[in-house]
């Protein structure tokens, strides 16, 4: 039986990562096999560590989006079929990606039809953030050019879900669903909390029960496109973290609040906008055992996902972040923030193992089919 091939796409901060979690454990409790494929254009990715952590198999292209690396997509999904044979591949995009469905869909339908099923693209959006772009909600907007590519991404999507439900009230989410509805007719609407998991089995089900419509096209600039993508700051970096004899254990939870509350501060002072703020951090030699925390605007507060319950002698740190900036201003904010607070506040010490700061550059997709061709 072909295996079934789920791409969950969507703008940074959506909640992507938490949702493919909550799916992963729902399809396993089905008694199906999963693997997970993770994408970015760095490496060192949060959203792979997760998965590990929650004991799923992982496989993580970086080096550029699905679109540019669709070889490595297969060779990616071959190595989890080779281990263990996965019924379903959850795949999650790049979030400043958009024409996917062109770019990796349907070549991978076409291409590799006797092998994989391809469900219809999926687009997450944060309720908040889809409020700003929409024009019915207040607070910090990005440029027309990375407005642009959110926008593209609900366009092409044929399943749109409204995640993070409880963060809007009854009448806000009524407003929401029909600003939705009018400006994107095509797409089915659903609403869920990934994290409290109301409303996810709808869409579990029509997900694993669809195919993607073949005759879908999206209309794209991409031009526009790469300049959107090109005003995005990129980090990601690991950092090795140990007590010395003064401070022999440390809270992890803690420490990773505190982060990323300098790293918000620093970056607003700046006029930053951040797109996604995300840290792990587990002991040194347990991949099982994480703290995690997300921050997906500027005018939001750091939120924990994971936590460490009891303290930790040493860590291994992940930071990814992406903001509207400069990619030299995000490393001073960053690099500003880590050491202030594990060496000046905290008196750990730190060993800055790998960092990588960048803007994307212009997409290159290995195939795109669109009508004409």
Not at 83 to 112: H, K, M, N, W
Not at 164 to 178: I, M, P, S, W, Y
Not at 330 to 349: F, M, P, Q, T, V
Request: hydrophobic fraction near 40%; charged fraction near 25%; glycine fraction near 8%.
């Amino acid at each position: 039986m072909p295996s079934r091939y789920i791409m969950i796409g969507g703008f940074l901060g959506a909640g992507k990562t938490t949702l493919i979690q909550r799916f992963a454990a729902h399809i396993d409790m089905c008694d199906q096999k999963v693997g997970l494929i993770t994408n970015d254009q760095g490496a060192g990715l949060v959203d792979s560590a997760i998965g590990r952590s929650n004991r799923f198999p992982v496989e993580e292209i970086s080096g550029g989006c699905f679109c540019c690396r669709f070889n490595s997509l297969i060779d990616a999904a071959v190595s989890l079929t080779e281990d263990t044979r996965p019924d379903v591949f959850l795949a999650e995009p790049v979030g400043s990606c958009t024409d996917l469905v062109a770019t990796v869909s349907l070549p991978l339908q076409q291409i590799y039809g006797d092998e994989y099923t391809v469900a219809p693209l999926s687009v997450l959006v944060d309720p908040i953030r889809a409020g700003q772009i929409l024009g019915i909600g207040d607070g910090k907007k990005f440029s027309d050019n990375v407005t642009y590519i959110y926008q593209k991404q609900l366009e092409e999507a044929e399943f749109i879900v409204v995640n993070k439900l409880d963060l809007l009230d009854e009448a806000a989410q009524v407003e929401l669903r029909e600003a939705l509805q009018a400006k994107f007719p095509e797409a089915k609407i659903f609403e869920l909390s990934a994290r409290e998991g109301a409303g996810c089995e709808d869409w579990f089900e029509a997900v694993l029960a669809s195919e993607i419509n073949t005759s879908r096209f999206l209309d794209i600039d991409y031009e526009r496109y790469g300049e959107g993508e090109a005003l995005l700051g990129w980090l990601n970096a690991t950092v090795e973290i140990e007590a010395d004899r003064e401070v022999e254990e440390f809270d992890a939870n803690d420490l990773l609040t505190r982060i990323a509350g300098a790293i918000r501060t620093s970056l607003e002072k700046v006029g930053a906008e951040v797109a996604h703020l995300k840290m792990t951090l587990n002991p040194i030699g347990d991949e099982y055992e994480l703290a995690a925390i997300n921050l997906v605007r500027g005018d939001s507060n750091p939120e924990l996902s994971h936590k460490i319950y009891e303290e930790i002698e040493d860590g291994i740190l992940l930071l990814n972040i992406r903001a509207e900036v400069d990619p030299d201003t995000l490393e001073s904010s960053a690099k500003e923030a880590l050491k202030w607070e594990i060496e000046g506040e905290s008196g750990l010490s730190m060993k800055v193992v790998h960092l990588e700061h960048f803007r994307p550059g212009k997409p290159e997709p290995t195939h795109r089919i669109t009508a004409e061709t």
